[in-house]
């Protein structure tokens, strides 16, 4: 796959991992509505800015948005609005290196969508032993009684959902990826996604002045988490299709949960740890890195 390939996986894991912890921080100011509106239209700016260097233009940067309306518009709900705002409202309820690992599910939902929509990603035998794993590891993390009672179980499972929607929105940036670019995906969806969620947001705004730190996790959240994340994403997902682009949940767990102990002082229980164990090893058996693993280690034929 090439040391492009690990170094882009590499930039994905370090600016996912700290946006648990600027949501952690924003939503102390803000409505998950609001934070998620404010991420992807300060995004917008210096996505729309580098689209525009790219393209020659203003006026080329505003045509190529108005022709990815319809793949901008459902990567905007799918793969920015509804997961965005999804994982916002569960950090409210849970930790962020919890909310890491429930979204860390992601290759696990792609492998059970690809059952029915993409059947080149499609799970059989030890991938669909790893969709089970996995999704023992999720009742796992969201516990019968866990820290925060009940509403810590719906914030688990509302970060988990959003995993749902991250899967078909990658299962679908693979496929619109050969209709156009990185830049203009990635723009046109950010646009798009904060067209949608902006009366909700409006409805909820806050009546007071936020504090700098949840301003700054704004900022972080915008330029790293989402607007620099979505190039590099988007390349991804054309170059090396939904379930390699989706192997970065394995980092996205250990990364989140050391920013959130270092900085948040948040606490690694066992069941975050158990959790995220199973979670993984379903993710390593349903994404098939483990089947290709035995397939180039085994012996070459003898011609």
Known sequence: MGRGYAASIAVLAAVWGASYLFIRVGIRDFAP???????????????????????????AAVRDVRSCARDGLVLGVINNAFP?????????????GVAAIANSTVPIFVALLALRFK????????????????????????????KGGWWAVAGTLAVVVASLSYAAGGLYGQSSAGRASAPVLATASTFYGALVLLPFALAQLPDRAPGWKSTLSVLGLSVLGTALAQLVL??????????????????LPPVALFYGALILNEEI???????????LAGVALGS???????????????P
Do not use: C, N
């Not at 059947?119 to 516990?143: D, M, Q």
């Not at 988007?234 to 980092?251: D, K, M």
């Not at 229980?269 to 979670?279: E, F, H, K, R, Y």
């Open 234 to 251: 988007f390349r991804l997902l054309r170059e090396h299709g939904a379930s390699r682009t989706t192997l970065v949940t394995y980092l």
């Open 33 to 59: 509505t609001v934070l998620m509106e404010l991420r992807m239209l300060v995004a917008f700016v210096p996505l729309f800015a580098f689209l525009a260097h790219q393209s020659g233009g203003v006026r």
């Open 84 to 96: 965005f705002t999804l994982i916002a409202w569960g950090e409210k309820h849970v930790d962020s």
């Open 288 to 302: 098939g890195v483990i089947r290709e693993r035995w397939r180039r280690a085994a012996p070459a034929p003898i």
């Open 119 to 146: 059947p080149s990603e499609r799970a059989t035998g030890l991938r669909l032993l790893g969709i089970g794993v996995g999704l023992v590891g999720v009742g796992v993390l969201a516990g019968v009684h866990p």
């Open 269 to 279: 229980t066992g069941p975050a740890v158990a959790g995220m164990a199973l979670i």
